[in-house]
């Protein structure tokens, strides 16, 4: 059984910083592309951020230059470090991963529960 769990979301002011973690647990045999996503009330989820096993990038472009998605292989974790925050970024933010567990050769994505983050002063 594989399982992706988030922490550190929270309130915090606009211009505020927040740092997310998702650790991906479980008998796992290797983990590939890491993503974050956001889904804001009454709107759809959206990519936020993307990382692959070899540390390349990618961003949406509203929060370009204000978030940055890393990982530490070893331990099979994703952080999204999240700095001047707007209003628009609160949102529930969800892990995702692209998974090959040890009980068969193929390749399975996984999602995290989500964990809230609310921009507001």
């Known amino acids: 059984q594989v399982q992706l769990v988030e922490s550190g979301g929270g309130l915090v002011q606009p211009g505020g910083s927040l740092r997310l973690s998702c650790a991906a647990s479980?008998?796992?045999?290797?983990?590939?592309?890491m993503y974050w996503y956001r889904q804001a009330p009454g709107k759809q989820r959206e990519l936020v951020a993307t990382v692959t096993s070899g540390g390349w990038t990618t961003y949406a472009d509203a929060v370009k230059g204000r978030f940055t998605i890393s990982r530490d292989n070893a331990k099979n974790t994703v952080f999204l470090q999240m700095n001047s925050l707007k209003p628009e970024d609160t949102a529930v933010y969800y892990c995702?991963?692209?998974?090959?567990?040890?009980?068969?050769?193929?390749?399975?994505?996984?999602w995290g529960q989500g964990t809230q983050v609310t921009v507001s002063s």
């Open positions: 995702n991963a692209d998974i090959q567990p040890l009980s068969t050769i193929w390749v399975t994505n996984y």
């Open positions: 479980g008998s796992i045999f290797v983990v590939n592309t």
